[in-house]
């Protein structure tokens, strides 16, 4: 119990840093948003500088929608749950991940085109699929492939995750592969752990 005590007390503690931290970041992408807006409206139409402000623009906006997530968390806050295609938001966010994982990396995806949609945060959808991706660069300093693919899979026995167990029943299936080493036994060991 001391032990839970102690956990609950850290996470908590963490939610209020991150809630400041993202109050913080949203003024900051507030600022970074107005101004983007007023560099398109200076641009003489079908100037090719505007699909480059486009790119930042939806990187920006992604970077709001996760410090409202930030805020959420802090706050206690459920979050706004909708329901839509992955494939969409994986395709959507394909170009920004091939900029993050560098030429020497090889970026494939392999998408199911009879994928059911999910019900989740959008926001909190993008930040899994970033973080996964990351996590697969990183565990190749000297390149390799990473893999994103989803598909459709049906549970037949209840399975056990890091957080709820999974009951029988229909998924969607989101992977992140890569060629990399792998993790080490001490880091498995803490691979469900926040931060």
Known sequence: ?????????????????????????????????????????????GDPADALLVEAELAARRAADLTRQ?????????????IFD???????????????VGAQIELRTDLDPDLRTIRMGTGQFEQVL????????????????????????????????AGAPLTPGPYVELAVE???????AETLEHVFEPF
């Open 1 to 45: 119990l001391e032990h839970a005590l102690a956990r609950a007390q850290r996470m908590e503690s963490i939610g209020q840093l991150a809630g400041g931290v993202a109050h913080d970041f949203n003024n900051i992408l507030t600022a970074i948003l107005g101004n983007i807006e007023v560099a398109r409206l200076e641009l003489a139409p």
């Open 70 to 82: 930030l805020l959420t968390f802090a706050r206690h806050q459920p979050v706004e749950a909708r």
């Open 86 to 100: 992955p494939n969409v938001l994986a395709r959507e966010a394909e170009r920004m991940l091939r900029r993050l």
């Open 130 to 161: 970033m973080n996964l991706v990351v996590n697969a660069r990183d565990a190749m300093p000297d390149g390799g492939v990473i893999t994103v693919r989803t598909r459709n899979v049906v549970l037949t026995a209840p399975a056990a995750t």
């Open 178 to 184: 890569d060629t990399g080493s792998g993790m080490d």
